[in-house]
């Protein structure tokens, strides 16, 4: 897919929970590229001292809109949480190979995500109901207020969701979920913390279940310049910038444990 580089401009932006935001943008020219759910954006951080671009998953696109939701970890994304209405910002997109969205009928694919690991989950779930197949996501935190964007998610699918105190849904983690007594999905579709990820995998290991996961591995170029990326996978080290994030779980070493 080929990659562009284009300025977008802030149209608005919400607080979501504690430690996130949400961002919307449009190009300042022209129209978004064609991009897959899974897919990623490196945007250029416009502060002082950050100099490498940051990585964060292509949220939503309605139209010629993109948004993104992003989780205030450091001084990049402060940044990037910080713009307003009418900033501008430059980004490289759209980078990295995403989720399979070309699913044989009829699939009941499982949304997995954990923490802002729910970000890409929400336009491949788009995507899918695009395509007539609607989508569950079983969506996992801590505690309820760390659970985001809930009724985005609503209106594009039916949402399951675990707390590990019982706040909201059933108490416990993602894969203690009792859908995975009732019915077995014909994939999981996951992004969010490594050791979800991980439990995820095994899971879908063992039931027999074809799983994909996104990996967020720290990032430079973006590009597969500079190997920073690399995970282990049964073929070799991989770049999760170009070859990923989206992985089939059966191929990472990382997953098998
Ligand atoms: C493919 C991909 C998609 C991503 N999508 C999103 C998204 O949609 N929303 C979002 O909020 N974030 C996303 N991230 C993570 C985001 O890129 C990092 O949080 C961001 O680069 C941190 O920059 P910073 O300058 O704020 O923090 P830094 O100062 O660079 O780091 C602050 C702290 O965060 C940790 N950290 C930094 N990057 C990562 C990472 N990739 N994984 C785990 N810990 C990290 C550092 O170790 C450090 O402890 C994604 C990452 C990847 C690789
Ligand atoms: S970030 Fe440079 S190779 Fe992946």
Same mark, same amino acid.
């Given at each position: 897919m080929k990659k562009y580089?284009?300025?977008?401009?802030?149209?608005?932006?919400? $607080? %979501?929970? &504690? *430690?996130? #935001?949400? @961002?919307r943008m449009e190009p300042v020219e022209g129209a978004l590229p064609e991009m897959a759910p899974g897919q990623f954006v490196?945007? $250029? %951080?416009? &502060? *002082?001292? #950050?100099? @490498?671009?940051?990585?964060?998953?292509?949220?939503?696109?309605?139209?010629?809109?993109i948004d993104f939701l992003v989780q205030v970890v450091g001084e990049g994304t402060q940044w990037l949480a910080s713009l307003t209405v009418g900033d501008t910002v430059n980004a490289v997109l759209p980078l990295g190979k995403g989720f399979s969205t070309h699913h044989p009928q009829p699939t009941t694919p499982l949304l997995v995500g954990g923490g802002v690991g729910v970000a890409p989950?929400?336009?491949?779930?788009?995507?899918?109901?695009?395509?007539?197949?609607?989508?569950?996501?079983l969506l996992g935190a801590r505690t309820k207020d760390l659970l985001l964007r809930l009724d985005a998610f609503r209106e594009v699918g039916?949402?399951?969701?675990?707390?590990?105190?019982?706040?909201?849904?059933?108490?416990?983690?993602?894969?203690?979920?009792?859908?995975?007594?009732?019915?077995?999905?014909?994939?999981?579709?996951?992004?969010?913390?490594?050791?979800?990820?991980?439990a995820v995998a095994k899971l879908?290991?063992?039931?027999?279940?074809?799983?994909?996961?996104?990996?967020?591995?720290?990032?430079?170029?973006?590009?597969?310049?500079?190997?920073?990326?690399?995970?282990?996978?049964?073929?070799?080290?991989?770049?999760?910038?170009?070859?990923?994030p989206v992985f089939d779980a059966s191929e990472l070493l990382m997953a098998k444990g």
């Open positions: 580089i284009i300025d977008l401009r802030v149209t608005g932006t919400e $607080r %979501v929970g &504690a *430690q996130c #935001v949400l @961002l490196q945007l $250029r %951080v416009d &502060a *002082q001292g #950050v100099f @490498l671009r940051r990585p964060i998953s292509i949220h939503d696109v309605r139209g010629n809109e989950l929400l336009y491949l779930g788009r995507v899918l109901k695009e395509k007539g197949i609607r989508p569950t996501f039916e949402v399951l969701v675990t707390t590990e105190d019982g706040s909201m849904g059933e108490k416990g983690f993602v894969t203690q979920h009792s859908v995975f007594n009732s019915t077995t999905p014909s994939l999981i579709q996951c992004c969010g913390p490594t050791p979800m990820m991980k879908a290991r063992e039931r027999g279940i074809d799983c994909e996961v996104s990996l967020e591995n720290r990032m430079a170029c973006g590009m597969g310049a500079c190997l920073c990326c690399v995970t282990e996978t049964t073929e070799g080290h991989k770049c999760v910038c170009t070859e990923g």
